[in-house]
């Protein structure tokens, strides 16, 4: 008999081992946003407030570090303004070296971004609403709902918390996901607690009295 319930108690346990597993598998949301591969593409494109530094080989009077004004343009010595916004570093060269054959002959232009600062702004999470500290937080590759939660410091008293949500720009418009922080942060049920990408916004309202 002592046997049996031995057996049992294990088996039990076993099981709840298996459930807890499946409880805390991350719940991947599937429509990645617009902006999913900062941080990840092969060549970055320069944005407004960058901090970017042309170097002219041999000609240190056309070399300058500049920052890309609210414009989207720089201004560098013999080409004037040019439209930087949207651009790469290469394609940036090719630009700067074309211009400059009229003054030089065969000019060597590099283009180095020393501070990415619009790839800084665009690469954060928001949140906002019932929480003890509304919060924009870096992306960090593989951060969570929970993680970006406590981040700000817990719900407020007046969360409904059960009622959040998660905004998400995809190519086919505004997404919305429900998140069931409660759930969440009292029981342990994860279902809601998806892997972030960079813009995404939480939302968490204040219950209604």
Request: hydrophobic share 40%.
């Amino acid at each position: 008999m002592n046997i049996q319930l031995k057996f049992i108690s294990k088996l039990l346990g076993f099981f709840g081992v298996i459930t807890l597993v499946g409880c805390s598998v991350l719940n991947v949301v599937e429509e990645r946003p617009i902006e999913s591969s900062i941080g990840l593409v092969d060549e970055y494109r320069m944005g407004i407030g960058d901090q970017i530094s042309v170097n002219v080989w041999r000609n240190p009077d056309l070399s300058v570090s500049v920052t890309v004004r609210p414009d989207g343009k720089i201004s560098a010595p013999l080409v004037g303004d040019l439209k930087v916004d949207g651009v790469s570093t290469q394609e940036l060269s090719a630009i700067i070296e074309a211009k400059l054959e009229e003054f030089i002959r065969t000019p060597k232009v590099t283009v180095i971004v020393t501070n990415p600062t619009s790839a800084e702004f665009i690469h954060r999470i928001r949140v906002t609403g019932a929480v003890a500290q509304q919060r924009s937080i870096p992306y960090r590759n593989g951060i969570t709902v929970l993680d970006v939660i406590l981040e700000a410091g817990g719900l407020s008293p007046f969360a409904s918390g059960d009622e959040s949500k998660l905004y998400r720009q995809t190519k086919d418009g505004a997404k919305v996901y429900p998140i069931f922080l409660n759930d969440i942060l009292e029981k342990g049920i994860l279902d809601s607690n998806y892997r972030l990408f960079p813009q995404d916004i939480i939302t968490v309202p204040e219950r209604s009295f």
